[in-house]
């Protein structure tokens, strides 16, 4: 069954499918064993600049235009890191990717490279005009018309419930090719990003309308 998913955020889907899933962390690489460095707004666009320009020396023809240019800024921003910081870098933290749903959490670093990347793929002549979004957003994307309907996203952290500084989540129609048709709710959800600093446990729920929620915990592990 194909779906048209109207202005919604597949980002996300592009990034994490099949040719790009080594990019994405799953739910189940919890252990953090290097020493963990925050990117800030700065030093995020400086590098990803390098990235480009890297790239371009390396023989990626100008103007950026295809899928293969925008995977090898992603390598060369993810070397970077790891020569710089000694540490990995993912550019989002996946809690649920199945056939029906994808609900990943990406932090300030982590988002603007996933928007840059697409900046990319559609020539854009930089990101430049990409805003940094400063909190940890959430990410929910229903997939097919048979999705789990998340009607609403709790986060504790150091045992405090904490509140979403903008909450996306709202009811959207999705459809088929066949005409079929559903309400249903998918969006971004955003949270302090010290909410997932390591050192406490942080624990998100998605709650469906109907069936079990979800639960993931972030022990020991900070969103970048």
């Not at 597949?10 to 990117?39: E, H, K, N, Y």
């Not at 056939?99 to 959490?105: D, G, M, N």
């Not at 972030?218 to 970048?224: D, H, M, T, V």
């Amino acid at each position: 069954m194909n779906v048209v998913l109207p202005g919604a955020l597949v980002l996300l889907m592009m990034v994490c499918g099949a040719s790009l899933g080594p990019l994405c962390i799953s739910s189940t690489a919890m252990a953090q064993d290097w020493p963990f460095q925050r990117l800030t707004e700065a030093i995020t666009r400086d590098m990803v600049k390098s990235a480009i320009i890297d790239s371009r020396n390396e023989g990626i023809r100008v103007p950026l235009n295809r899928d293969k240019d925008k995977d090898r800024i992603l390598f060369n921003f993810k070397h970077r890191v790891r020569v710089l910081y000694e540490q990995e870098f993912s550019e989002s933290y996946i809690v649920r990717d199945s056939p029906e749903l994808l609900i990943a959490v990406v932090g300030p670093a982590g988002k603007f490279l996933l928007e840059c990347s697409e900046a990319i793929r559609k020539m854009e002549p930089s990101c430049d005009k990409i805003k940094w979004t400063p909190e940890a957003s959430v990410i929910v994307t229903p997939k097919t018309l048979n999705s789990p309907d998340i009607i609403r996203v709790a986060l504790q952290s150091h045992g405090k419930t904490i509140l979403p500084t903008f909450n996306g989540l709202a009811l959207h129609e999705m459809s088929t090719a066949t005409g079929e048709k559903r309400l249903i709710h998918r969006g971004e959800i955003r949270y302090p990003i010290a909410a997932f600093e390591s050192g406490g446990e942080a624990i998100l729920t998605l709650i469906p309308e109907a069936g079990k929620n979800i639960v993931n915990r972030f022990a020991g592990r900070s969103i970048q």
